[in-house]
């Protein structure tokens, strides 16, 4: 299984915390994202994405807490059991 | 009046007399305004080594360069002085609408000198100055105060800034609130007020600001403004969640420092994160500070019917997990209590977190507690009460909290506990985990803060670009960048925030259009060097020595959880490289040359 959560803007838009989907061979992270949409009706991948499907300026998803700017980017390979956080941009201080 | 056409107004408050001085056009390049130019002056009236609760120490107020004007977030002022807890030169920062009628009163900063041998308060409006008694609020908290204040001047679009109880009794870590809910917090500045027997200022005022090309500052505006609201971090992600957006992207990231950062992670963080303010209906709407497009602040309403602004990811880390506190409630009651007190809402939760772990580990005894909840991490009723205690200075315990964790752990004979730089508390994020903005808070010029170079934004949030928090490579001149540029934003009198969205062209395009000025981007980025360079050769005449660029002993042993389990942060690696980028010795001394290079010779 693949454990999502979601958080700030995402968690108030689709009024849920997470979601497990079951772990698909050669998964990634652009295509578990697709596979996200394809189960929630809410649209939510532009408050991640730009439109040509790179990440925005700001986004941030973490695989079992690690960034995945400093992985694969959108190719990150995910592996059985991991947990994927999904944050749109936010800032503060 | 022109923007660069400015008049200080000088206070003496031992003999109730007040003058005006024009403001040297060439300073203004130098320094911009605000904190650049405040502490210009402050460095020039002031003896380094001046006990900051004496009446030899001034009090600067003063707004940013562009303060009062139409640029986006132009409501900034800032509160030089130097610091009770720290020793350091301090500059506190705060938004709300204050900053903005000071400037419509004519005047660009207020130096306030000398000791009242009464309460007063002081009324500026249109270039004029009373002295006024203000034994009726002494003693107050700031809302009433505020409220009697603005009844008695009878002015509905004066604005007040005072101190609570707190710096009444000269708590080490009293603010200044002004609108009852912004503050210059940190550092201890409302201290240095109520050491002056100064309660408040009112301000009120007519004037409007001339350009010298108003055309090409109004359209530099509108190019910013527009900037700022397409950016997805300040045109959605601040103005939906607020500065509180934070909590859970820090806490995921195993940098949310918990139980006085004993940890990295907190369990709770689900229930006291931006996203519950929403689900539990505290939420009532969004606000913004003056010529704000952002609008991060937010207007809170709790069951028991406090209303209040707040509380800010920093407030509610604070009183949350830094003291095990899962109790969304009883966070914005403390915050609501600081705000009311005048207490720092920073350095009071970490000051509570500090005797949680002092109490828990024996060395607070029980009896000092008096009638007080038992200091246990965790115990919500126990952050309210305590907050209490610290802002009205009172009870053993509360004596020694108002004076700042350092001052507290050191007098029950354990300093190590208290997580401070310089003796000012450290903010909601561990520098185990981001190696950057670690470098920053052992080099801040104010103490252990994390507004005075965000590396987190870079480190972090991806913005302007994704750095990795473990690496060293690089970042001594990214933090060096980010300081300056943070000089330069403060003495423009904008809010960091903008720096989101915009870069260091943005800014120049601002001055140069706000100014008259004709400035590259590499001359105004030099402002901002000379600003640091400036706070740090006061510092160090003032005795600080650079020994004291470090970071408590915790920070250099293993994180104990959470994804950056077993990171430390690697100080000794990139302190040396960021002296030799600086163009210091590698004593942290300033040589001669540097500056002359930056005109800071006298």
């Known amino acids: 299984m693949i454990k999502i959560r979601f958080f700030t803007l995402l968690q108030l838009l689709l009024n849920r915390k997470e979601l497990e989907l079951p772990y698909i061979p050669e998964e990634t992270i652009r295509t578990l994202l697709e596979r996200i949409q394809t189960q929630i009706e809410t649209r939510f991948l532009h408050k991640l994405l730009q439109e040509q499907g790179n990440l925005k300026i700001g986004t941030i998803i973490l695989v079992n807490g690690r960034n995945i700017h400093h992985l694969q980017k959108m190719n990150t390979p995910l592996s059985d059991g991991d947990e994927v956080a999904l944050f749109p941009p936010g800032g503060g201080g | ?602």
């Open chain 2, 1 to 602: 009046m022109k923007l660069t056409d400015s008049m200080l107004l000088r206070v003496n408050l031992s003999t109730h007399t007040v003058s005006e001085e024009p403001i040297d056009e060439n300073l203004i390049r130098q320094y911009l305004g605000g904190r650049g130019l405040g502490s210009k002056y402050f460095a020039d009236e002031v003896d380094p080594m001046v006990d900051p609760l004496s009446p030899e120490n001034k009090l600067i107020f003063a707004c940013g360069l562009m303060t009062g004007s139409s640029a986006p977030t132009a409501g900034r002022y800032m509160v030089i002085t130097k610091s009770p807890l720290t020793g350091t030169i301090a500059c506190s920062n705060s938004g709300g609408i204050w900053g903005a009628v000071l400037r419509k009163t004519g005047y660009f900063m207020i130096i306030v000198e000398g000791k009242s041998d009464k309460p007063v308060y002081l009324l500026v409006y249109d270039n004029n100055v009373e002295f006024k008694d203000a034994s009726r609020v002494w003693g107050k908290k700031t809302g009433e105060t505020t409220d009697i204040l603005l009844d008695e001047v009878g002015e509905k679009r004066a604005r007040v800034a005072c101190i609570g109880p707190a710096g009444e009794n000269l708590s080490m870590i009293g603010c200044i609130i002004n609108d009852k809910h912004r503050a210059p917090g940190r550092s201890g500045v409302g201290a240095v007020m109520g050491a002056k027997n100064l309660k408040a200022i009112v301000v009120k005022g007519s004037n409007t600001i001339e350009f010298k090309d108003k055309s090409a500052f109004t359209g530099a505006v509108k190019e910013k403004i527009d900037k700022i609201k397409q950016h997805p971090v300040t045109g959605e992600g601040l103005p939906a969640l607020g500065t509180k957006v934070l909590d859970n992207i820090i806490n995921q990231g195993g940098l949310y420092p918990t139980r006085n950062f004993q940890f990295a992670t907190f369990d709770g963080t689900e229930e006291i994160s931006g996203e519950a303010l929403v689900k539990k209906g505290y939420l009532k709407k969004n606000a913004a500070c003056f010529a704000c497009p952002i609008g991060c602040a937010r207007d809170v309403e709790l069951p028991n019917g406090i209303t209040m602004e707040g509380p800010e990811y920093e407030t509610g880390w604070a009183f949350g997990a830094h003291c095990g506190v899962n109790d969304l409630h009883a966070i914005c009651e403390a915050n609501f209590l600081c705000n009311e007190l005048g207490l720092d809402t920073i350095s009071a939760g970490v000051t509570i977190g500090t005797a949680m772990e002092l109490y828990e580990k024996g060395h607070i005894p029980k009896e000092d507690l008096e009638d007080g909840p038992e200091l246990k991490f965790g115990n919500s009723e126990s952050v309210v009460y305590w907050t209490n205690k610290m802002g009205r200075n009172e009870g053993r315990l509360g004596k020694l909290m108002a004076k700042g964790s350092w001052r507290m752990a050191e007098a029950y004979g354990h300093p190590e506990f208290s997580m401070t730089v310089k003796k000012q508390e450290l903010p909601a994020y561990d520098p185990r985990g981001v190696q950057g903005h670690g470098l920053q808070y052992a080099t801040s010029n104010r103490g252990g803060c994390h507004v005075r170079g965000y590396m987190i934004s870079p480190e972090v949030l991806g913005v302007p670009e994704k750095l990795d928090p473990q690496e060293l490579k690089g970042k001594p001149q990214w933090v060096i960048i980010f300081q300056d540029l943070t000089a330069v934003i403060d003495s423009a009198g904008l809010c960091l925030f903008t720096s989101f969205a915009l870069g260091l062209e943005d800014y120049t395009d601002l001055i140069n259009a706000s100014a008259g000025f004709e400035l590259t981007p590499e001359e105004v980025l030099r402002i901002g060097t000379r600003i640091w360079n400036l706070e740090r050769k006061f510092n160090l005449a003032a005795g600080i020595d650079p020994s004291q660029d470090t970071l408590p002993k915790r920070m250099f042993e293993p994180l104990p959880d959470g994804p950056q389990k077993g990171a430390v942060h690697q100080l000794s690696k990139l302190l040396p490289e960021y002296y030799e980028l600086r163009g210091w010795s590698p004593d942290g001394s300033i040589p001669k040359k540097t500056l002359q290079n930056l005109g800071l010779t006298s």
